[in-house]
């Protein structure tokens, strides 16, 4: 029998199918799941979450005879501005179950991203996150060692005023050309 959490990964997986989405970590809690993700744009996140929502609160509202939305609020999103915060939360995702001290051991856990990076297979799009880090278990495991501590998700906090910077800075990181 498929679990609830289980299920969530199901619709994880197969949501990628309806949005250009890449996922790069996770880690499905008991009330609420954390999600790293590469789109190209804020349409293609909603599609994903709404496909992602709309399936899993059809699975648990029949498996627990009720109506309604599943999910109390919509999803948060945040862009990562920069490799560093990227490597962060990579981290912080994975190790969440440990922040929350509900295990002790990252790997043990099946319903995160890592177990994907260790034994390299399961729903991580790995020749996305390879664009952006090393998906060898030795570096993810070197990664997850290193970032353990309270200061996760400290990164460079270059906030941003609007898109407009965001799409400036990005196009002078990479070297683009503006095309509208």
Known sequence: MTTAKGYYLKCLQKAKQYAQA???????????????LVVNNNEELSKYFRRVNSEYARYYNKTKNRVGYVFRDRFRSEVIKNESYLINCLAYIQ??????????????????????YLTQD???????????????PSNIKEIMNELTDSNWLEHDDNEYEDKNEVYADIIKKYGLTKNR
């Open 22 to 36: 890449k996922l790069l970590a996770f880690c499905v809690m008991g009330n609420h799941a954390h999600i790293l």
């Open 95 to 116: 190790n969440n179950l440990l922040k929350a001290g509900i295990l002790e051991k990252a790997e043990e856990y099946q319903y995160s991203s890592y177990i994907n």
């Open 122 to 136: 399961g729903i991580v799009d790995f020749e996305e996150a390879s664009k952006y880090y090393s998906t060898k």
